[in-house]
């Protein structure tokens, strides 16, 4: 089955600095790799996503970047914000007939100091 | 995006008992999942909650302790039997749209078994 690892498991960084997450997959069948933020006692928000078929995407200071050759995907948020200090979680899915669940990598707690 | 609730937001059991756990959309959705998630970790899937069939579980969960209803497309129950302490735990609904493959949760609910 899918394996997703993730790293770091912690990151701090200061305010308006950059942060990058990275995940990797195990799956090529994978077609479908959502990011979701968590912030404490709240379930998990999806914040961006991005296709097999797309090397990366945008959202404001959101950025993700695919590259399935390698089988590895990154969460990149730029000028960041207190109020991006969260657990962040990448998850990969196959598509079509396959295994429609997600499967999520371990997380990253994300620390952005004023 | 889909809005979805759970029933209770949280709840202290004690050791022996059970607890239903509910799970609305606000709209039709294909596909309904529970996960759990333990304090600090990622999220586990516990099975698939397939509309008009028995639920779809995933290794080391068995219907016996999880049993699962999903009597339509926009609401489905989990069921924590026999509690013991190691079920103390954080259990997520979601729920996605088969045409976007994005995966909505609900708010969690906070599970303490003494």
């Known amino acids: 089955g899918e394996n997703v690892e993730q790293h770091p498991s912690t990151l701090s960084v200061q305010e308006g600095d950059s942060a990058v997450i990275k995940c990797t997959y195990s799956?090529?069948?994978?077609?479908?790799f959502p990011w979701y933020k968590q912030e404490l006692g709240k379930g998990p928000q999806l914040i961006i996503d991005?296709?097999?078929?797309?090397g990366e995407k945008k959202d404001q200071r959101i950025a993700v970047t695919l590259n399935k050759t390698a089988k590895h995907f990154s969460l990149h948020i730029t000028e960041t914000q207190p109020e991006d200090s969260a657990v962040y979680f990448c998850a990969a899915k196959a598509g079509g007939t396959g295994r429609r669940a997600l499967t999520f990598g371990s997380g990253t707690r994300l620390q952005v100091q004023p | 995006s889909a809005v979805i609730s759970q029933k209770p937001s949280r709840d202290i059991c004690q050791r022996g008992t059970s607890l239903t756990i509910q799970c609305q959309v606000d709209?039709?959705?294909?596909?309904m999942f529970w996960y759990r998630q333990q304090p600090g970790q990622s999220l586990t899937l516990i099975a698939t909650a397939n509309q008009g069939s028995e639920a779809t579980y995933e290794s080391g969960f068995v219907i016996d302790k999880f049993p699962i209803s999903r009597p339509n497309l926009t609401f489905s129950t989990l069921t924590v039997s026999n509690m013991s302490p190691e079920d103390s735990s954080i259990y997520l609904c979601?729920?996605?749209?088969?045409?976007?493959?994005?995966?909505?949760f609900g708010p969690g609910t906070r599970l303490t078994v003494l």
């Open positions: 799956d090529s069948a994978s077609n479908y």
């Open positions: 709209s039709q959705v294909t596909m």
């Open positions: 991005i296709r097999s078929n797309v």
């Open positions: 979601s729920a996605d749209r088969s045409s976007y493959n994005e995966q909505f």
